[in-house]
C-alpha cells in the first residue's frame, strides 16, 4: 500500500486542528470561565493574538486537500471519506466564523478596566459554539484516518 503524500498532509493538518480545539476545549476554556471578568478580557486578546491566520490555513488547507482526494481515482469509500471531511472541515470553519469570531470581535473593544454594567458574559455561548467546532473536528480527523487507511 503507497500512501499520497497529500493523504499525510491533510491526516497531519486535520490531527492539528482537532488537537487545539481539543486541547482549548480541555484547559483553557475551564480556565477562562473561572476567571473574574477582567482577567478573562485581558487573557482572552492575548490567546486569540496568533490564531489568525494560522487556523483558518489548516482548516481550509485540510479541506482544500481532501476535496482533491476526495476527486482522485482510488477506493470509493476512501473517497467518500476524503469527502464527508471536506463537509466536516468546512462546518468547523463555518461555526468558527459565524459564531466565534464575532463574540471574539465584541470581546477585543471592550476595555478589561472598565467593563460595562450591562455586560453580558458570552462565556458559555462561546464555550457551546466551541465545543461544537471541536465535535465536528475530531470527526473530521477520525473520517481522514479512516480514509487513509482505506486509500
Do not use: E
Not at 26 to 32: F, I
Not at 54 to 59: E, F, S, T
Not at 81 to 106: D, E, K, Q, Y
Amino acid at each position: 500500500m503507497q500512501v499520497s503524500p497529500l493523504a499525510v498532509v491533510v491526516l497531519v493538518s486535520s490531527g492539528m486542528v482537532a488537537g487545539v480545539l481539543f486541547a482549548v476545549a480541555l484547559s483553557v476554556v475551564p480556565a477562562l470561565m473561572a476567571m473574574p471578568a477582567d482577567r478573562y478580557l485581558y487573557t482572552t486578546n492575548l490567546l486569540g493574538r496568533n490564531w489568525d491566520p494560522v487556523m483558518p490555513i489548516l482548516v481550509l488547507g485540510t479541506a482544500a486537500g481532501d476535496l482533491a482526494l476526495a476527486l482522485m481515482p482510488g477506493p470509493q469509500n476512501a473517497r467518500l471519506l476524503f469527502g464527508a471531511t471536506v463537509v466536516l472541515m468546512i462546518a468547523v470553519a463555518g461555526v468558527s466564523h459565524l459564531c466565534n469570531v464575532p463574540i471574539n470581535r465584541i470581546l477585543k473593544k471592550i476595555d478589561p478596566t472598565a467593563i460595562p454594567d450591562d455586560w453580558a458574559d458570552p462565556r458559555p455561548r462561546w464555550r457551546s459554539w466551541h465545543l461544537l467546532r471541536t465535535t465536528l473536528a475530531v470527526a473530521a480527523l477520525t473520517a481522514n484516518s479512516l480514509a487513509v487507511a482505506m486509500s
